[in-house]
């Protein structure tokens, strides 16, 4: 049994609720568009809410039990719909996002006509300028501009599909612009702002569940995983470096890195031995688990709870995708920044969203206390570099 706290889970709340997107005052224009129209229809996806997720929704975002669970329910409808439209509309897709305490699903595009056929099968929809896809390759060129070192003053860029710009922090007005020029990006594409906050590995030298690095430094097991049978664990790679220990908090082995990324990304994975079993569960530390279905990925704006050995189960929600942090040891790219707080020793949990396994802790700012945010690295192209099966129940 891979001992990652895998207890069963307590006893478990109402079903989710079957729910479509909030119906937008119809128009005139006809739905032209059936393969749009297919993928409004995509299929709700339902499950049980465990009840400590339920809590900590409550506690952190406010929430009722019910409401949160309606939430829940509600995003995982906009989940599906939100990956099929990506696929419908091609390259007049230019993102999504979650909006509103009934977290209604609002669909950009470049197509008016697009647009029109999505708000007549009751979706939301904005037209705007510039597809995802040109906003994703701007945000490339700085990831581009950026492996050579990371740029002191610029701690985080990335594409904010709310605002159709790609976001730039700066804490150096002329050392950012001169960032940018060298970049060479598109600079209609892109809008600078203040930093506010200084981003950092969460790793723990003091020491999810913990494990240990080389019986010093303690990160939080992400998802148990398979390769090919085997089972283990993914994690943050600023934790361990390939060929590095891994250990239990009882000081048993779990085993050893076998990948390991950072900068450039903050992924690893660790292999363990024969006497350990990978469970689809995270430990939400309120003496139960949330068992994991799968990993489709939450839109913007939508709900997510991280799981550390720190500072145990929090909550918020996404607020951009696909963003470029900058720490003090190099760029990491194709983070998901949040508002959901955390602490070292955090590093390498799990971010979760109802029974959606999303991500690995990677860093941030604040802390538990006052306040912050944090950054994830998502789990599929975690999975896909390493060939791994996520752990699913």
Same mark, same amino acid.
């Given at each position: 049994?891979?001992?990652?706290?895998?207890?069963?889970?307590?006893?478990?709340?109402?079903?989710?609720?079957?729910?479509?997107?909030?119906?937008?005052?119809?128009?005139?224009?006809?739905?032209?568009?059936?393969?749009?129209?297919?993928?409004?229809?995509?299929?709700?996806?339902?499950?049980?809410?465990?009840?400590?997720?339920?809590?900590?929704?409550?506690?952190?975002?406010?929430?009722?039990?019910?409401?949160?669970?309606?939430?829940?329910?509600?995003?995982?409808?906009?989940?599906?719909?939100?990956?099929?439209?990506? +696929?419908?509309?091609?390259?007049?897709?230019?993102?999504?996002?979650?909006?509103?305490?009934?977290?209604?699903?609002?669909?950009?595009?470049?197509?008016?006509?697009?647009?029109?056929?999505?708000?007549?099968?009751?979706?939301?929809?904005?037209?705007?300028?510039?597809?995802?896809?040109?906003?994703?390759?701007?945000?490339?060129?700085?990831?581009?501009?950026?492996?050579?070192?990371?740029?002191?003053?610029?701690?985080?860029?990335?594409?904010?599909?709310?605002?159709?710009?790609?976001?730039?922090?700066?804490?150096?007005?002329?050392?950012?612009?001169?960032?940018?020029?060298?970049?060479?990006?598109?600079?209609?594409?892109?809008?600078?702002?203040?930093?506010?906050?200084?981003?950092?590995?969460?790793?723990?030298?003091?020491?999810?569940?913990?494990?240990?690095?080389?019986?010093?430094?303690?990160?939080?097991?992400?998802?148990?995983?398979?390769?090919?049978?085997?089972?283990?664990?993914?994690?943050?790679?600023?934790?361990?470096?390939?060929?590095?220990?891994?250990?239990?908090?009882?000081?048993?082995?779990?085993?050893?890195?076998?990948?390991?990324?950072?900068?450039?990304?903050?992924?690893?994975?660790?292999?363990?031995?024969?006497?350990?079993?990978?469970?689809?569960?995270?430990?939400?530390?309120?003496?139960?688990?949330?068992?994991?279905?799968?990993?489709?990925?939450?839109?913007?704006?939508?709900?997510?709870?991280?799981?550390?050995?720190?500072?145990?189960?929090?909550?918020?929600?996404?607020?951009?995708?696909?963003?470029?942090?900058?720490?003090?040891?190099?760029?990491?790219?194709?983070?998901?920044?949040?508002?959901?707080?955390?602490?070292?020793?955090?590093?390498?949990?799990?971010?979760?969203?109802?029974? +959606?396994?999303?991500?690995?802790?990677?860093?941030?700012?604040?802390?538990?206390?006052?306040?912050?945010?944090?950054?994830?690295?998502?789990?599929?192209?975690?999975?896909?570099?390493?060939?791994?099966?996520?752990?699913?129940?």
């Amino acid at each position: 049994m891979l001992r990652i706290r895998a207890l069963a889970v307590a006893a478990v709340a109402a079903a989710f609720a079957t729910v479509a997107l909030t119906a937008a005052p119809a128009v005139s224009a006809p739905a032209d568009d059936p393969s749009i129209a297919a993928a409004l229809a995509a299929p709700t996806r339902t499950a049980a809410v465990p009840p400590a997720l339920l809590h900590a929704m409550q506690r952190d975002l406010g929430l009722a039990p019910q409401a949160a669970a309606d939430r829940i329910a509600r995003e995982g409808q906009a989940a599906a719909v939100r990956s099929a439209l990506t +696929q419908a509309l091609g390259d007049r897709w230019a993102g999504a996002w979650i909006d509103g305490p009934q977290a209604d699903l609002v669909v950009a595009t470049t197509d008016a006509s697009a647009a029109r056929t999505i708000t007549a099968h009751g979706g939301r929809a904005t037209v705007v300028q510039h597809p995802l896809k040109a906003l994703d390759q701007a945000k490339g060129a700085l990831d581009q501009a950026s492996r050579a070192a990371a740029p002191e003053a610029t701690p985080l860029w990335y594409v904010d599909v709310r605002s159709n710009t790609v976001v730039v922090q700066s804490a150096d007005d002329a050392r950012t612009e001169a960032f940018l020029d060298q970049s060479g990006v598109d600079r209609a594409l892109v809008r600078v702002e203040r930093a506010t906050a200084t981003p950092r590995p969460l790793a723990d030298l003091h020491g999810g569940d913990a494990y240990y690095i080389d019986n010093a430094a303690r990160c939080s097991i992400g998802f148990p995983v398979t390769q090919g049978g085997q089972p283990g664990f993914v994690s943050a790679g600023h934790c361990g470096q390939p060929g590095s220990n891994a250990t239990a908090s009882d000081g048993s082995s779990i085993g050893t890195f076998q990948g390991s990324t950072f900068p450039g990304n903050d992924w690893s994975w660790v292999a363990a031995g024969p006497d350990w079993t990978a469970q689809p569960q995270v430990n939400d530390y309120a003496g139960g688990a949330v068992t994991v279905a799968g990993s489709t990925e939450q839109p913007v704006g939508g709900s997510v709870c991280r799981s550390g050995s720190t500072t145990g189960w929090h909550c918020g929600t996404v607020e951009e995708q696909n963003a470029t942090v900058n720490y003090q040891e190099g760029s990491v790219y194709g983070v998901t920044r949040t508002n959901v707080c955390a602490e070292p020793g955090d590093s390498g949990g799990s971010f979760i969203s109802g029974d +959606q396994a999303q991500g690995v802790t990677s860093g941030g700012s604040g802390d538990c206390t006052s306040g912050g945010e944090t950054y994830f690295q998502p789990v599929n192209p975690i999975l896909s570099t390493y060939g791994l099966t996520l752990a699913t129940g």
